[in-house]
């Protein structure tokens, strides 16, 4: 009978969550943490090198362009110019340097230039310049960051080709050539290739 009573005082006393009863959880070791610490470290270095690479291919690629971009509309208007030529005067026949004077055949829109105007092409200070005797110091620059600017007259008086190079201190740089054939020279023996003697005009501009 004691027995009984005793048994179901027992039960009586046993709390209604089990939990109470289940032995104390352990919490995270010394080990675990630095091993997490570790993990973590690792792979927030990899992101943010990920992320300075990806920057810096931006920057280069955006850089490029800015460089590329310069480097196309001065080739542009320099072969514009030379394209409506009428005589050369630097360099010379089969020779290559950093300046190119010639005269212009016909004016260009909104007065800009005028016939027969003498022009030149010149790399100074790391510049390319568009130099005439109506313009007033200092010249305006037509490309920046220049490294290589050569001129060379090829054997057939109408032919120049033109090499640019453009580059940054920081490293990026572009490399362009093109050739351009003057339209407007005299009748000569060795001025036919693509040469119409003078009677060749670019539409202006409006």
Sequence with gaps: MQQGVMKSLRKSLVPMNPRILEPLSKGFTLIEIVIVIVILSIVSGITIKFLIDSLKIYTMTVNQKTLFDEGKLALER???DIRDARSITTPASGVSGNT???QRTNATGAGQDLANETITYRLSGGA???EKAS?????P???SNVSVFTVTRGATNDEI???LTLLL???ENVNLQTKVY???LDKDATNTYKNFFRNWREEPSS
């Design 141 to 143: 620059i037509l490309a």
């Design 78 to 80: 320099m072969c514009r």
């Design 128 to 130: 390319i310049q568009r």
């Design 161 to 163: 080709t033109i090499v």
């Design 182 to 184: 003057i339209k407007n």
């Design 100 to 102: 190119i004077t010639f």
């Design 135 to 139: 313009y007033s110091l200092p010249y």
């Design 169 to 171: 201190g920081t490293g």
